[in-house]
């Protein structure tokens, strides 16, 4: 699911044409940097605006490196406060697919949760620093 998609910003780079180094970042930020500037769906991967959903986000912010994709699933999972998928655990998308496509859930909820996994981890490496 990596179809190219014609910008509507062309002046803007998009992520699936952006050089390696920016997929060398860690997957939560660019997802995070997709849902904001992109826009954010339910219940679908990517609608036909552009919006992504969480796992859609995380899966094209981690581009052909799929360990990245599941390492992201791995790490948000048990921070969304749905359970793991009976068959995959966190490492399978379906807890942040009922997390993200839970009525009520807002774009906010979404930025708002990446931001926070993303301070925890930037928390961490200055404490290791
Ligand atoms: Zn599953």
Partial sequence: MTARVASAR??????????REFY????????????YES???QLTERDPQGSYCLTGALSHAAGQDRQSYRNALLSLGPRL????????????HCAALRWNDAEGR??????A?????????????????
């Fill in 10 to 19: 062309p002046s803007k780079p998009r992520a699936d044409v952006l050089p």
């Fill in 24 to 35: 060398d970042r860690p997957t939560e930020i660019v997802a995070r940097d997709l849902l």
């Fill in 39 to 41: 826009g954010w769906t």
């Fill in 81 to 92: 406060g749905v359970p793991g998928c009976r068959f995959g655990g966190f490492a399978c």
């Fill in 106 to 111: 807002t774009r906010r909820h979404v930025v």
């Fill in 113 to 129: 949760k990446l931001d926070e996994f993303i301070e925890l981890a930037l928390g961490k490496t200055a404490a290791s620093a």
